[in-house]
């Protein structure tokens, strides 16, 4: 049989493997320890770096709809404009449409109007033309009246003295006659 000492000596050795058992698995435990808490500091780093880059892009994001946002109401905006200006140059034509009308209505009112008045002219100058003709015509009449009014006293005239001058030659010598008596005293 194995002595005390053996035996001592063999528990020794137990112990010693059963120590450096333990410190085999301590020093493993240690090591996934630190492999663990390194993974963790990894995942936590890539968590950060996955955040900032999901709130640059979120803010990217807000950024670019901002912008579309904005540029959808300038482009409302320019719309409205486009419209109000749009009805305005209608409204603009429509009265100036009007005004040309009117002045057009105006201008073919004063057409007719003086061609009215050239007609009238032309009528009067026309009368006034007749009147003059006729007035010549009744003026050469009475003229030709006159002169043969004035032919005829002068023919009257010539009668009367021819006339006249018979009776003086036939009364002459009854007035000598007369002369000779003396007159009665």
């Given at each position: 049989?194995?002595?005390?000492?053996?035996?001592?000596?063999?528990?020794?050795?137990?112990?010693?493997?059963?120590?450096?058992?333990?410190?085999?698995?301590?020093?493993?435990?240690?090591?996934?320890?630190?492999?663990?808490?390194?993974?963790?500091?990894?995942?936590?780093?890539?968590?950060?770096?996955?955040?900032?880059?999901?709130?640059?892009?979120?803010?990217?994001?807000?950024?670019?709809?901002?912008?579309?946002?904005?540029?959808?109401?300038?482009?409302?905006?320019?719309?409205?404009?486009?419209?109000?200006?749009?009805?305005?140059?209608?409204?603009?034509?429509?009265?100036?449409a009007v005004r040309r009308k009117a002045e057009a209505e105006e201008a073919k009112r004063q057409a007719a109007e003086l061609a009215r008045q050239q007609e009238?002219?032309?009528?009067?100058?026309?009368?006034?033309?007749?009147?003059?003709?006729?007035?010549?015509?009744?003026?050469?009449?009475?003229?030709?009246?006159?002169?043969?009014?004035?032919?005829?006293?002068?023919?009257?005239?010539?009668?009367?003295?021819?006339?006249?001058?018979?009776?003086?030659?036939?009364?002459?010598?009854?007035?000598?006659?007369?002369?000779?008596?003396?007159?009665?005293?």
């Amino acid at each position: 049989p194995p002595s005390p000492q053996a035996n001592q000596a063999e528990e020794a050795k137990r112990q010693q493997a059963k120590a450096e058992q333990v410190k085999r698995q301590q020093a493993e435990a240690e090591r996934k320890s630190a492999e663990l808490a390194k993974q963790k500091a990894e995942a936590e780093r890539e968590a950060r770096e996955l955040a900032t880059r999901q709130k640059a892009e979120q803010e990217r994001s807000s950024a670019e709809l901002a912008r579309r946002h904005e540029k959808e109401r300038e482009a409302a905006e320019l719309s409205a404009k486009q419209k109000v200006q749009k009805v305005e140059a209608e409204r603009e034509a429509q009265a100036l449409a009007v005004r040309r009308k009117a002045e057009a209505e105006e201008a073919k009112r004063q057409a007719a109007e003086l061609a009215r008045q050239q007609e009238e002219a032309r009528k009067a100058a026309e009368l006034a033309a007749k009147q003059k003709a006729e007035t010549e015509r009744k003026a050469a009449e009475i003229a030709e009246q006159k002169a043969e009014a004035e032919r005829e006293a002068a023919e009257l005239a010539k009668q009367k003295a021819e006339e006249e001058g018979r009776q003086a030659a036939q009364s002459q010598p009854k007035r000598r006659n007369r002369r000779a008596i003396p007159p009665e005293l």
